[in-house]
């Protein structure tokens, strides 16, 4: 288990640029979470994956944010047009949805985020 | 989803157990409770989980009561490195991945 890679850890960018991080989750998890966290706060909520399907965003996503799963390995978040607003760290989490009746539990495995600065 | 309320912050010394309480009145018969412990410049990393009664893993001890609407995470013996933040999340067995995370406790654990 080699955990959850995220990449870069930081990332500086002008206002208005694009900016486009990268997760790796645990190779066998098929869901993919996409958090995002200020500073004193909890992580928030942005979207999930289920293998390659998007199932769900937060209302937090605005029309400015992006983000894939090809294949149902890697995903990429995008976000477009970068605001001061959106410097946070980017946190990617994944688990192993197990079968439905199943005992076992598939708590979340976080990476290390990307922190993100908006100058 | 189910609101939970842990205290903002707790101090301890180096040797002590430590007891963190978190409420979740609302909590519904399929939630499970995950704690977290995040670390500056870390994720957060899955610490326990339980869903009624008492679990135990070399990490930390989680207590249930029946009625479900608390539960408190047991950490013996902490050392400095103990020194985090801690969230309490009710949800479904993933964890409650949309529940909102709160500010979590602030653990401070003095020499």
């Given at each position: 288990d080699t955990g959850v890679s995220q990449d870069p850890r930081h990332k500086i960018?002008?206002?208005?640029?694009?900016?486009?991080?990268?997760?790796?989750?645990i190779?066998?998890?098929?869901?993919?979470?996409?958090y995002r966290q200020t500073l004193g706060?909890?992580?928030?909520?942005?979207?999930?994956?289920?293998?390659?399907?998007?199932?769900?965003k937060s209302r937090l996503?605005?029309?400015?944010?992006?983000?894939?799963?090809?294949?149902?390995?890697f995903s990429t978040l995008e976000i477009q047009r970068t605001e001061q607003g959106d410097s946070a760290m980017y946190l990617c989490a994944s688990s192993l949805n197990a079968p439905a009746g199943a005992r076992s539990n598939?708590?979340?495995h976080f990476g290390n985020g990307t922190r993100l600065t908006v100058t | 989803l189910a609101k939970t309320t842990q205290p903002i912050s707790m101090d301890s010394y180096e040797g002590q157990e430590v007891n963190i309480t978190c409420s979740h009145n609302n909590i519904a018969t399929n939630d499970y409770i995950t704690w977290y412990q995040q670390f500056p410049s870390q994720g957060p990393r899955?610490?326990?989980?339980?869903?009624?009664?008492?679990?135990?893993n070399e990490v930390a001890s989680l207590f249930i009561p029946a009625d479900r609407k608390s539960s408190t995470l047991s950490l013996p013996r902490v050392s400095l490195s103990d020194t985090a933040v801690y969230y309490c999340l009710v949800g479904d067995r993933t964890g409650g991945f949309k529940t909102i995370f709160g500010a979590g406790t602030r653990l401070f654990v003095k020499a």
């Open positions: 960018t002008k206002r208005g640029q694009n900016v486009t991080f990268r997760c790796d989750p190779s066998e998890h098929n869901r993919l979470y996409w706060q909890g992580p928030e909520f942005l979207t999930y994956f289920q293998n390659e399907a998007q199932l769900e996503l605005s029309d400015r944010f992006s983000a894939e799963r090809p294949k149902g390995s598939s708590p979340l | 899955f610490i326990i989980q339980g869903y009624k009664t008492k679990v135990t």
